[in-house]
């Protein structure tokens, strides 16, 4: 597969997921986190999907499309393990996770931290969608849309 085609399907997935997700999110109260702002596409489809609701994103840099920049409030700068420590307890809806790398000895890393971040954002029952596997305890794997291959895309619910 070449690589267009692999982030065709990854992008697919992601759109995929998130409607999935879209419903069970909007029945619980509580922010959605973007971790990895990128581009702001994903960014932008979540405030689509979830209009009223306050959407924080976070990322080591300030590189979005202009019209999918959140505004300074909720705009985290920094290295994601450090600034989202401080939103524990938040009590997240959804937290969307796209910060794997797709070289595996880094993405090892980010795994090693990711879970356990990701579990003490997230309200009871509050959903994560990564990227990445998230092995945690306190995360119960969901199963995908049909449209997504396994392994594509994560889902978890927190217990
Ligand atoms: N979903 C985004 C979109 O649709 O545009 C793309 C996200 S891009 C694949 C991943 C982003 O996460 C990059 O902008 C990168 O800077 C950021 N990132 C990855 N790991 C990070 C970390 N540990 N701390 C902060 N930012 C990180």
């Not at 581009?39 to 590189?63: C, K, M, Q, V, W």
Request: net charge neutral; hydrophobic share 40%.
């Amino acid at each position: 597969m070449s690589r267009l085609d692999s982030f065709i399907r990854r992008v697919t997935a992601q759109r995929d997921v998130l409607n999935h997700i879209s419903d069970t999110v909007r029945e619980l109260p509580g922010p959605v986190l973007e971790l990895g702002l990128g581009n702001g596409r994903t960014y932008d489809h979540l405030r689509e999907r979830f209009p009223d609701r306050r959407i924080i994103a976070f990322d080591r840099a300030s590189h979005a499309y202009k019209a999918s920049t959140p505004d300074p409030e909720n705009m985290i700068i920094g290295e994601i393990r450090e600034t989202a420590q401080s939103f524990t307890g938040i009590d997240a809806a959804l937290v969307h996770a796209d910060i794997g790398t797709g070289y595996p000895d880094q993405d090892a890393i980010t795994q090693t931290w990711l879970p356990q971040l990701a579990a003490g954002l997230l309200a009871r029952h509050g959903i994560v969608a990564s990227g990445l596997a998230l092995d945690h305890p306190a995360l119960e794997l969901l199963p995908l849309p049909a449209s997504v291959k396994p392994g594509r895309y994560f889902l978890y619910r927190r217990r």
